[in-house]
Every structure is written in structure tokens, then in C-alpha cells.
């Protein structure tokens, strides 16, 4: 790419911009952000891990590996507060990290607490704890968005890929949602699902479509594995032509909203990826990391939110290396794997 030109624009098929058409996030002046990696705009978005405990031990994820040593814990509400009083222009947040967002006993507490400030929540839950009290309180809490994972349209699959969970408690948990939400008569959350696609469920799509449709979801999401910790998993990645046949399928036509996210990315691409631009993760202990693919700190940290100013740190000479290397195409290894 010619150092004069302006970064291209992410990927339609990649991950949504969290804060794509806001008027409040401007362009970078790439040729600056190339030469010194500083960002003078603040953080728009966070990703906060509210739990580093899950009760599965899905493939994909780290904690399925029997040697991953992280601390279990949960962000508690003061700690909550911390982090969003360290970053006041986020106008976004999503309660993600390798942990069950519904085992964090306060989850509802942080919910309302950044509603409270007019931030708006989007979570993830593998949809194992969901029942009607809970649902209930979700409603009233004010959240955005969820989606619920599903990576298998028969229970045999199901079991595999989320391991610790079943299709028919999913189908409850999810069904409580939807339920609470039309007895109060409201917009939102807006509730959808996310497939993560590998050779292990490619052909079951047009059943999860179907599954999506009898519950009743706004929205279904299919991304891809992205080749991690776990060695095992190179064998199940999508190639080209598991990638060629998903194109080959007939349109889909019905009320469900559906988003295919399961292309790689290309270099420039990720080269103008999001993140460095406005988005940051928080890990439950506090440390800050580039991003999601990030997730755990002891492979990459900017520092400790708890400890510095999200300014600081926003800017400070380890974030500023990283983003002056990811924009001039000096990729590190987890950005190829995005």
C-alpha cells in the first residue's frame, strides 16, 4: 500500500465497526498515525471481560486447554466503575471476555450501571443460565444487544463445540429471553445468535437458519474459528472451498436478519482494523489490551487501568509501537490469525 494513501476501510465481511457512521469518530490523519502511532481521538468503545470463570469448555476457547493457568475471577461493580470513569467518551461497551457473562453474580448491576450513563451494553452468553428471573431483569436492565452462541443445530454437534451445554437448554434460555421481552412490550434488547463456523458444522447452516427462525431471533451472526491456543483446531478451520460452497448457497429470504462474517480478512484490511483506532479490551484484572484476540495479558498489555488514566495509556509508548506497526503492515502474529 503507498504510504501517501489513506488506510483502506475494514472488511464488509469482518467484524461490525462498534461505532461505525457516529459523528463522533473521526479519520485518523493516517500519514501522522503511520510516522508516530499516536491517536489524538479517545476510546469510543470498550470490550470488558465481566468473568474470566465459564462453566463450558468449548474447543475454541483457552479454558478447554488443561494447562491454562488464568486466575478465575469477576469484575466487581466498583472495579466496573473504574473502568468506564477511566475512559468518559465511550459511547459503547460489550461485556465479553473467555468467561459466562451471566456467572458474574452483578452482571446486572454493570448492565445498569452503564445504561445509567447512556452507554450502550451489548453482551454475549452461551445461554446456559438464562431462566425467567433472569430473563426478566436483562429486560429491565436496559441491555442493548446479546447474542447467544449456538454452534450446533443437532445435539451431537451441540455437545461437541460447546462443550457443557445442550441444544435444548439453549432453545430454553434463549426462549426466556424472547419471552420476557414481549411481555414488557419492548424494543431491546435486540437478541440475536452467533454460529461460529468450522468443517465440523458448515453444512448444518440451513438448519440454523431454521432454528433461528422457530425461536424467533432478530438477528444470526456465522463468523469463523480463528486458529488459536488450541493446536487441534488447524484440522477443523474453514478453506476456500468450504468457503466457496457457503457461496454457493441459495439466498436467504426470511424475517431474520442474517450477517456473514467468515471471510479472512485481507492485509490492508487488517491493517485498518478498528481497534487501534477507536476500540479497546479490558481484561477482569484491569490490564488493557489491543483487542479481543488479546485476551489474555501475558501476552500483550499496555498497562492497568486500575493503575494509570485510560489517556495515558491510550498513548503511551507501548500502545503508540503497536499501532505504528500494525498501520504500516508490520503485522504481529495474532493480527494474521483476526
Not at 475494514?10 to 457516529?22: E, F, N, Q, V, Y
Amino acid at each position: 500500500m503507498d504510504e501517501k494513501d489513506p488506510a483502506p476501510p475494514p472488511a464488509a465481511s469482518g467484524p461490525a465497526d462498534p461505532i461505525a457512521g457516529s459523528a463522533s469518530a473521526p479519520a485518523l490523519d493516517w500519514d501522522e498515525a503511520r510516522r508516530t502511532g499516536k491517536n489524538p481521538f479517545p476510546v469510543r468503545a470498550l470490550q470488558i471481560e465481566t468473568s474470566s470463570i465459564c462453566n463450558f469448555r468449548c474447543p475454541s476457547c483457552p479454558l478447554a486447554l488443561p494447562d491454562y493457568d488464568r486466575p478465575e475471577k469477576h469484575m466487581t461493580l466498583e472495579k466496573f466503575q473504574g473502568v468506564l470513569d477511566a475512559f468518559p467518551a465511550v459511547e459503547k461497551i460489550e461485556l465479553q471476555g473467555i468467561g459466562e457473562v451471566f456467572l458474574n453474580p452483578c452482571v446486572i448491576e454493570l448492565i445498569r450501571e452503564a445504561r445509567g450513563r447512556g452507554i450502550q451494553v451489548h453482551t454475549f452468553s452461551n445461554a446456559s443460565k438464562v431462566d425467567r428471573d433472569t430473563a426478566r431483569a436483562v429486560i429491565e436492565s436496559g441491555l442493548t444487544h446479546i447474542n447467544f452462541s449456538m454452534d450446533g443445530a443437532d445435539e451431537p454437534t451441540f455437545r461437541k463445540l460447546r462443550k457443557g451445554g445442550t441444544l435444548e437448554r439453549y432453545k430454553r434460555c434463549v426462549t426466556n429471553l424472547l419471552e420476557a421481552r414481549a411481555r414488557a412490550k419492548s424494543d431491546t434488547p435486540s437478541i440475536g445468535v452467533m454460529t461460529v463456523l468450522s468443517k465440523l458444522n458448515l453444512h448444518q447452516i440451513p438448519k440454523m437458519l431454521a432454528i433461528a427462525e422457530e425461536l424467533g431471533v432478530d438477528s444470526l451472526i456465522f463468523t469463523k474459528i480463528n486458529s488459536g491456543p488450541n493446536a487441534d483446531l488447524e484440522s477443523i478451520l474453514l478453506d476456500a472451498d468450504d468457503r466457496a460452497w457457503i457461496g454457493s448457497l441459495p439466498p436467504y429470504d426470511g424475517h431474520v436478519e442474517v450477517i456473514w462474517a467468515y471471510t479472512p480478512w485481507t492485509k490492508e484490511e487488517r491493517m485498518a482494523c478498528y481497534w487501534p483506532q477507536h476500540m479497546t479490551y479490558v481484561t477482569v484484572e484491569g490490564h488493557v489490551t489491543p483487542c479481543c484476540n488479546y485476551y489474555d495479558d501475558r501476552e500483550m498489555t499496555f498497562g492497568n487501568v486500575f493503575e494509570s488514566s485510560g489517556e495515558e495509556i491510550w498513548n503511551n509508548e507501548g500502545y503508540r509501537a503497536f499501532r505504528k506497526r500494525l498501520l504500516n503492515g508490520d503485522l504481529p502474529p495474532t493480527c494474521w490469525t483476526c
